[in-house]
Every structure is written in structure tokens, then in C-alpha cells.
T-cell receptor, first 116, second 112 residues
Framework: EPEVTQTPSHQVTQMGQEVILRCVPI?????FYWYRQILGQKVEFLVS????????KSEIFDDQFSVERPDGSNFTLKIRSTKLEDSAMYFC??????????????FGPGTRLTVL | AQKITQTQPGMFVQEKEAVTLDCTYD???????LFWYKQPSSGEMIFLIY??????QNATEGRYSLNFQKARKSANLVISASQLGDSAMYFC?????????FGGGTRLMVKP
């Protein structure tokens, strides 16, 4: 069964450093997403991406964040200058793309980002 | 704006019994989807079940069923015949566009 994959599974970085989190969505899916979950808290939407551009973004997704689909398979989240509060589990998800509220999003296993 | 509320932070259930996890939602969108995800201790998010706002029947997927009461804006998850492997966090979520809004989750613990 196809699945979303994410690398690395755990990333440790120093405050102020740039990090890139990588995802390979399910191959025939059209929508891609990033979510984050701070330890012990709810999952929060960051951004959705469709047709090579951002479709929606939350208030969390400020200028420090960017997303890219550099080729036909990868989808990346870049954090330019990490802060301590960026420490969280970051989930990538993808969906087939029905745009009517029926679109099931399938999540990857997550990347745990620790900022020291 | 959408809002999802899960009022049960933690629940216990005896193995082989059924359990209901509560979820209420608020939205002004006429078309939306309701989802339940399971998050075991390993951290991944596993899709369980989906209910569309226009669906006439309650969704079922194996041991999971969704008790959808549109007028009350509730979408409770029912797990029948609980198993030890059902112990996990369960999140209710809503999609009214192309972003999911999650509730705070319910931690389910299945007792042997």
C-alpha cells in the first residue's frame, strides 16, 4: 500500500540554523500539507500546496517557513532560522484532491525536530 | 473558522468492550468532512474513518463506526470489541477546504 515517507525521522539543530524537512507524498496525490505537533499538544495546520503553489497557510507559517516541490516526488519544508519554539513533530500529508471536504489526508510518520 | 472539541482527555475501557470517544464541531461551511485519526505511542498519525456532511448513513470501517448527529454537530467515534492495540491518542478533525482542524485528542487506555 502506498504511503507518505519523511526524512529524517529525528533532526537536532542549533538555534538560528536552517533546517530542511523532506517528504515524499503518495505518487498520484495532488495536494500536499505540513502540520506540526508540539509535544503534548494538538496537531496544527501549517500549509497546503497544490499545483506548485501555496493553497492555504496558517498564522504559524510566517516568513521563516517556506515549502518547495523541487522535483516530481519530493516536498520540502524549510525553516530559515530555527527558534527554540520550533521544536515539534512535523508531519507531512498528502491527499488525492477532491476539494469538497471529502479529501482524506494520509500522514507520514513525522520528523521530530529538536532545537537546542 | 472551524473548531473541534474533544472533551475527554483520557478514557479507560476494558478489553473486548465497546467505547465511544466524543467529538463536537463548529463550522459555518455547508460542506465538510469529519475524520478520526489514531496516534499510537510511536507517533504516526493513522487515518481511521471519514464522514461527509451530506452522507445519510453513518460511516463504518471494521470495528470503527462514526455516530454522526449533524443537528447536534457531533461526530463520535465508536470502537467495538476493544483490543490492547487500540491504546493510543485519538484525534477528531474537520476539513472544510484543504486544511484539517484537529481537536485536542483523547487518550484511550485499554485494560486487559
Amino acid at each position: 500500500e502506498p504511503e507518505v515517507t519523511q526524512t529524517p525521522s529525528h533532526q537536532v539543530t542549533q538555534m538560528g540554523q536552517e533546517v530542511i524537512l523532506r517528504c515524499v507524498p503518495i505518487s498520484n496525490h495532488l495536494y500536499f500539507y505540513w502540520y506540526r505537533q508540539i509535544l503534548g499538544q494538538k496537531v496544527e495546520f501549517l500549509v497546503s500546496f497544490y499545483n506548485n503553489e501555496i493553497s492555504e497557510k496558517s498564522e504559524i507559517f510566517d516568513d521563516q517557513f517556506s515549502v518547495e516541490r523541487p522535483d516530481g516526488s519530493n516536498f520540502t519544508l524549510k525553516i530559515r532560522s530555527t527558534k527554540l519554539e520550533d521544536s515539534a513533530m512535523y508531519f507531512c500529508a498528502s491527499s488525492p484532491g477532491t476539494r469538497d471536504g471529502t479529501d482524506t489526508q494520509y500522514f507520514g510518520p513525522g520528523t521530530r525536530l529538536t532545537v537546542l | 473558522a472551524q473548531k473541534i472539541t474533544q472533551t475527554q482527555p483520557g478514557m479507560f475501557v476494558q478489553e473486548k468492550e465497546a467505547v465511544t470517544l466524543d467529538c463536537t464541531y463548529d463550522t459555518s461551511d455547508p460542506s465538510y468532512g469529519l475524520f478520526w485519526y489514531k496516534q499510537p505511542s510511536s507517533g504516526e498519525m493513522i487515518f481511521l474513518i471519514y464522514q461527509g456532511s451530506y452522507d445519510q448513513q453513518n460511516a463504518t470501517e471494521g470495528r470503527y463506526s462514526l455516530n454522526f448527529q449533524k443537528a447536534r454537530k457531533s461526530a463520535n467515534l465508536v470502537i467495538s470489541a476493544s483490543q490492547l492495540g487500540d491504546s493510543a491518542m485519538y484525534f477528531c478533525a474537520m476539513d472544510a477546504g484543504n486544511m484539517l482542524t484537529f481537536g485536542g485528542g483523547t487518550r484511550l487506555m485499554v485494560k486487559p
